[in-house]
């Protein structure tokens, strides 16, 4: 089945500074790569999503990066604010099956 | 908008014990999924549930059931709880069930704690 790996597990930014989580799928199916974010005591909240037919896409401060050829794909948030410090978790899917497989989250603090 | 809602909010159970947990999704939402997710880790795939059919199963013991109403509400169950089922349980729901559909917006989950 598909495996998600995502680096770092920590990340501490200065407000201000971009942070960028990586992540790699190991099916060369998967078409379909959301990000979340998780706050301390609520449920994922989708941020941004990129499909296999796009390399990039951006929303203000946020961005996706998919390469296909290496399988991986990245979060870029810039000018990060310490709102921003929560968990990260990057997932995949593909067609047909109908579940996400989630990586194993990065826990971003951004320092005031 | 509502969003996803779940309820409760948070259990407490004994070993051996049976627990439901239920989700409303968004409305005009007709899927929804379940997912697992132990502290300190990514949300594990359990159900998916697209008008009252099961459309995706995890890697879950037959312990772990669920049901979709025609309302689109949906409810998992687990039977004799072990420690080991205690986690945050998502529910989430997708547009449809279709293989174009993708995007699933989560609840703020249900606690349960096995003891």
């Known amino acids: ?112 | 908008d509502a969003g996803v809602t779940q309820s409760p909010t948070h259990l407490i159970k004994t070993r051996g014990q049976h627990v439901t947990l239920r989700c409303s999704p968004i409305s005009g939402h007709k899927s929804v999924s379940w997912y697992q997710q132990v502290l300190g880790q990514g949300p594990q795939f359990i159900f998916q549930y697209y008008e009252k059919e099961e459309r995706g199963r995890g890697n879950f013991p037959d312990r772990f059931s669920a049901r979709q109403f025609p309302n689109y509400s949906s409810e998992l169950n687990v039977n004799a709880l072990l420690l080991g089922d205690s986690a945050l349980y998502l529910c989430a729901s997708t547009t449809s069930g279709g293989l174009s559909s993708y995007e699933q917006y989560f609840g703020p989950g249900t606690r349960l704690t096995v003891t």
């Open chain 1, 1 to 112: 089945g598909e495996n998600v790996e995502q680096h770092p597990s920590t990340l501490s930014v200065q407000e201000g500074d971009s942070a960028v989580i990586k992540c790699t799928y190991s099916d060369s199916a998967s078409n379909y790569f959301p990000w979340y974010k998780q706050e301390l005591g609520k449920g994922p909240q989708l941020i941004i999503d990129i499909r296999s037919n796009v390399g990039e896409k951006k929303d203000q401060r946020i961005a996706v990066t998919l390469n296909k050829t290496a399988k991986h794909f990245s979060l870029h948030i810039t000018e990060t604010q310490p709102e921003d410090s929560a968990v990260y978790f990057c997932a995949a899917s593909k067609a047909g099956r109908r579940a996400l497989t989630f990586g194993s989250g990065t826990r971003l603090q951004v320092q005031p």
